[in-house]
């Protein structure tokens, strides 16, 4: 899939280089100096623009955006070390360690810098969820701060709300659905990034009849109310992440660390 490998060029490249990408489809067209693209007039960047789309038949309502590498935030050093007790984290709490990789993968990062919305934590959690999680966050204390409680608030609202609601998401479409599937567990993802009733919105928008890869990667495409780029690109970067951890872990010798097996 084009998106995956979009974000995974990305996540190789140093901010000064950028990408020239189609924005539904994440097709890369050309790599470029962001500086040179800076110094372009308006003018001309809609021309390159235009070009693109006459070039590839796209419809002009389609963005043709340049996206600037990624190298610097999605650090996996800092994020394979927490990656482990995540995972232990999630298992004592009945959650698919999947969860804990994939959002650690994402967010522990920048796990430390409260986004836009407010979601702040190794986990990103909005304030209002993390209180009703039972975490205390006022002005003196941030239990989100705390990796492991951090971690036990998110475990809970994957299987208390997100799992839940995503069913019956589900559900109301009469979708079968299996949740080991790889399919539902992005659906879930996309639960607990954008909320059950942006995910809704953008199903019924869809409005996809089978469980299976197409109904995540036409979610990539589906722009309704609250759910836009950020939503999209959620389930998008996971599984570029998920790759590029996987090419660690067989290439780079250094992130394995011994566990030796247990006598049964």
Sequence with gaps: LEQPKFWRTLMTMGDDSALINIGSTRQIIKKVSVKDWNSLTDNNKTVIRDSVKTHYGL?????VYMTSGKKAFYDFQKVIP???RGIEIFNENNVDPFYAQAILLIE?????????VGAYGSFQIMRKVAINL???VNKYTDERKDFDKSAWASAKLIRTICIPETNRILESKGIAYNPNDLWYKLLVLHTYHAGAG?????INASNPSVGNVNLITTLWQ???????NASQNYSQLALAKLIELDRIINDECKYIYNCPLTEI
């Design 198 to 202: 942006n995910v809704r919105n953008a």
């Design 108 to 116: 522990s990062p920048n796990k430390m810098q409260k986004s836009p």
């Design 134 to 136: 039972g975490l205390k």
């Design 222 to 228: 589906t722009e309704v109310g609250s759910f836009r």
């Design 82 to 84: 927490s990656i482990g």
């Design 59 to 63: 419809p002009d309502d389609e963005h």
